[in-house]
Nanobody, 120 residues
């Protein structure tokens, strides 16, 4: 069974850092494009970053570029999102998705999410 389990969220002050993890089971991360999306209260899903491991390709939304870094550990079959210089507007539930960048993620495998709250 394919499964995604996110972890690493929490409460952090503005300017702080967090590293989110997405543990993958049931398929090989190296062979799969993956994406991080987020959903702030009252808003829809927002694309954050995508990675294509076999192509060593990464992509970021302009709002997080230079602050967030997506990566994979294929030995652990785990996807990461290192988030630095966090801002209050980064507050959201973060999800990993088995998909590349897309207009909609409704039809793709998604984890349960991990909450990130940036507040002083």
């Amino acid at each position: 069974e394919e499964q995604l389990v996110e972890s690493g969220g929490g409460l952090v002050q503005p300017g702080g850092s967090l590293r989110l993890s997405c543990a993958v089971s049931g398929f090989a991360l190296m062979d799969t494009a993956m994406t991080w999306v987020r959903q702030a209260p009252g808003k829809g899903l927002e694309w954050v970053s995508s990675i294509i491991p076999w192509a060593d390709f990464t992509d970021y939304d302009v709002s997080v570029k230079g602050r967030f870094t997506v990566s994979t550990d294929t030995a652990k079959n785990t996807l990461y999102l290192q988030m630095n210089s966090l801002k209050t507007e980064d507050t959201a539930m973060y999800f990993c998705v088995k998909a590349g960048k897309s207009d909609s993620y409704a039809d793709y495998l998604r984890g349960q999410g991990t909450q990130v709250t940036v507040s002083s």
